[in-house]
């Protein structure tokens, strides 16, 4: 088929998100025992996810806003304590910094290099991080389409025709490249484009696709293998 740009999914295609969130999460509680003493004592690591999580269910209409789910969760633990809630910008800024401290996979940079040489690359994601402060990895991106950004995120379909515009290029020239296989792959092929399923060994099984992607791969360098780059 005939493929003139690839949009690209970033957790969990690029680095394993896990470890990054318990990170930032880490280091934003460290921040709360200089600037929030209270909320850091009442507070662990499990209980200020037990309220992230309970944002998430009453806060349902944000799930295309993260970083907004973030900050509520923030704000209702200083609260709950005793602390400013305005305290919950600088906190959440902290959360933010370390969230973009991700551990690439291996062959993520030099595939990058390799795919960028022939076809524009649009990061296209649901979640907050930001390829823009990445230094390793942000050359590769013509652009970067969020969900925050649109208001709605994959699989709707004006996720992939915001990122198809941001590529030049038409849904059906278009490849998107993502781990989910009901997010990425079926977004993407309802939306009209091609789709590549990337299913990294070093993580769990992620969701099966019901539609058949165009290419099934372990890494991205298996991709640009396929794709002549």
């Known amino acids: 088929m005939n493929l003139r740009a690839i949009t690209l999914d970033l957790d969990d295609t690029l680095w394993p998100v896990w470890p990054a969130i318990r990170r930032a999460e880490a280091q934003l509680h460290d921040w709360m025992r200089a600037h929030a003493p209270a909320t850091h004592a009442a507070h662990d690591l499990a209980a200020l996810r037990e309220i992230r999580a309970a944002v998430a269910r009453d806060l349902a209409h944000l ?13 209702r633990a200083l609260a709950a304590a005793g602390d400013d809630p305005a305290l919950a910008e600088p906190a959440f800024d902290v959360f933010m910094a370390a969230r973009q ?12 290099a390799r795919l960028a040489a022939r076809f524009p690359i649009v990061a296209l994601s649901n979640g907050n991080a930001d390829v823009r402060r990445m230094p390793a990895i942000s050359g590769f991106f013509q652009a970067t389409v969020s969900a925050l950004e649109l208001g709605v995120g994959k699989p709707a379909p004006e996720a992939f025709a915001a990122a198809c515009a941001r590529a030049g290029c038409a849904a059906h020239e278009t490849l998107h490249v993502g781990d989910d296989g009901g997010t990425d792959v079926d977004g993407a092929l309802a939306a009209g484009l091609q789709a590549a399923w990337v299913r990294r060994p070093e993580l769990p099984p992620p969701v099966a696709p019901r539609g058949e992607p165009q290419h099934v791969v372990a890494s991205l360098a298996e991709l640009a293998d396929r794709l002549g780059c």
Do not use: C, G, N, T
């Open 63 to 75: 799930a295309h806003d993260l970083s907004a789910m973030r900050r509520e969760s923030i704000r």
């Open 101 to 112: 401290q991700v551990d690439l996979f291996d062959d993520v940079v030099p595939a990058l």
